[in-house]
């Protein structure tokens, strides 16, 4: 009996994989880590930040020890850091305001081992209370039409699943996809192709329309929700592509032509104002926190495609009557493109009213293809703005968006191999300054993005979604049965 017991003690500890190092003085350098979460902050709601050790060359295994300031203490070791879950829920709760700090050693092919110098992690006083994120996965290459899928992860676990995939509806390309503060039953999703159309789901079920209408420009497109569920703002956008042959870049789209519209999810009517369907380029709308503001970017018509790089948008705002369901009568200019010599786009006002962040760059309003793109923060009460310099790289960074107590965002970033777009999160403080961001994390976070041949497009934070794909199916291959009308 005795030696079994031994047996399955021993193969216990073979199945953690956990060979601690000895005690040793550190060599002053930090460890060599991916990805790099050493003095980021993190919530105590996030799944495991599991890491790996990266160019050593006679690397064997690591040994982790973290330590909280607060008290407790976990570890991992093999391959690469996994932690278990439960453990690193219980530590992350424990230090919830306070620090984590990590002790890495590696064992080289040789048996003797190197101690490095211990980084910290801080846990936020900020829960992250959202269920997870939803965003589209697809390959950055537009040679031929590839998988793509919207798809929902939770924060708290490294589970992923498809909401939908391209191969439920037969081929259509799954564009654009909104949630009214990620909630589940308010969101809806375009959809491009020979069956394309808007699914839209609220609070009266889900529906597919037919949003374009002999009186507008196109179809809906780039959405924004009102707070209040029953509006979604969309940008009306005829949009065509720029391919580019032996340049450091591969697209561009463009919009021909772009208006504005709010579409009453109860009527199933566009409701349009002479102000937002002009001459000139209107997209990319937003709510504001109360819903009283509609902000958008507007830039003049130009002679496309050959002036697309002098295409500048201003950020710019017009009022919102939602019990009457009426525009303002004026349009305000909030960010002077010509004042900047930049164009502004994305602009995301935080739901608590504090700030709106934006991206800008030389020109366009497409900012994932655009290498120059940054983020930018403005204060909503003292109309201040500046570059969120802590957040930034020398790629891309765009495509942004707010948790529900927006505390925490979320972004787009190319600034790991200039090609593929990943998400990171940060959390913003009173006075508009962010924390280093992190990679969103993954279970072997190295094998995971090194085999990976997707883009993460168009983030969002979400509550969990339950979509019938077969009944989404069904709705888009009998093309969409509702078509919307115009109230001006």
């Known amino acids: 009996m005795k030696t079994k017991l031994i047996f399955g003690l021993l193969l216990v500890l073979t199945a953690c994989g956990v060979e601690r190092a000895p005690e040793q003085e550190t060599c002053g350098e930090l460890p060599p880590i991916y990805p790099d979460y050493a003095g980021v902050t993190i919530p105590a709601e996030i799944a495991p930040m599991n890491f790996n050790i990266v160019d050593v060359d006679d690397y064997d295994r690591m040994y982790v020890k973290v330590t909280g300031s607060k008290g407790g203490n976990i570890e991992a070791g093999g391959d690469w850091a996994a932690f278990d879950q439960k453990q690193w829920r219980k530590i992350t709760e424990q230090n919830r305001g306070g620090s984590l700090s990590f002790d890495v050693s590696v064992k080289k092919k040789d048996g003797s081992w190197q101690r490095y110098q211990p980084f910290e992690m801080h846990v936020s006083e900020h829960p992250l209370n959202d269920y997870g994120l939803v965003y589209r996965k697809i390959a950055p290459g537009f040679e031929t039409f590839s998988k793509i899928g919207i798809y929902q992860r939770q924060l708290s676990s490294f589970d992923e699943s498809p909401i939908l995939e391209e191969t439920a509806v037969n081929g259509q390309c799954l564009n654009c996809h909104y949630s009214n503060r990620g909630n589940a039953n308010q969101f809806s ?143 305000d200019t909030v960010i002077c493109a010509d004042s900047i010599g930049k164009s502004v786009s994305l602009p995301r006002p ?111 934070f979400t509550e969990k979604v339950s979509l019938d794909a077969r009944a989404v199916r069904d709705m888009v291959m009998n093309n969409p049965t509702q078509k919307v009308s115009v109230k001006r």
């Open 189 to 331: 999703i375009h959809i491009r192709g020979s069956h394309g159309g808007t699914y839209v789901r609220n609070d009266r079920g889900d529906a597919y329309l037919n949003t374009k209408t002999d009186e507008t420009v196109g179809s809906c497109t780039y959405g924004y929700w009102h707070p209040e569920g029953r509006y979604c703002a969309y940008s009306l956008n005829r949009i065509f592509q720029n391919f580019y042959v032996g340049q450091d870049k591969i697209i561009e789209p463009w919009d021909a032509m772009s208006d504005l519209a709010i579409l009453d999810t109860h009527t199933n009517q566009l409701i349009l104002s002479p102000l937002l369907t002009t001459d000139n380029c209107e997209t990319t709308p937003a709510f504001s926190a109360d819903g009283s503001t509609l902000y958008f970017c507007k830039a003049p018509k130009m002679d496309m495609p050959g002036d697309y790089e002098k295409l500048k948008y201003s950020l710019c705002s017009i009022g919102f009557d939602a019990a009457n369901a009426k525009y303002g009568e004026k349009i």
């Open 350 to 460: 935080s739901y608590d009213g504090r700030f709106l962040m934006y991206c800008l760059t030389d020109y366009g309003t497409t900012p994932i293809n655009r290498q120059e793109s940054d983020l930018y923060v403005m204060n909503l009460a003292t109309g201040e703005h500046r570059l969120m310099v802590e957040i930034n790289s020398e790629e891309t960074d765009a495509y942004h968006n707010w948790a529900h107590d927006s505390r925490w965002f979320v972004f787009g970033s190319k600034r790991e191999d200039h090609l593929y777009s990943l998400l990171y999160l940060s959390c913003i403080g009173d006075d508009g300054v962010a924390t280093k961001p992190f990679l969103l994390p993954q279970y072997n976070p190295e094998k995971y993005y090194g085999e990976s041949l997707y883009s993460f497009n168009a983030p969002d």
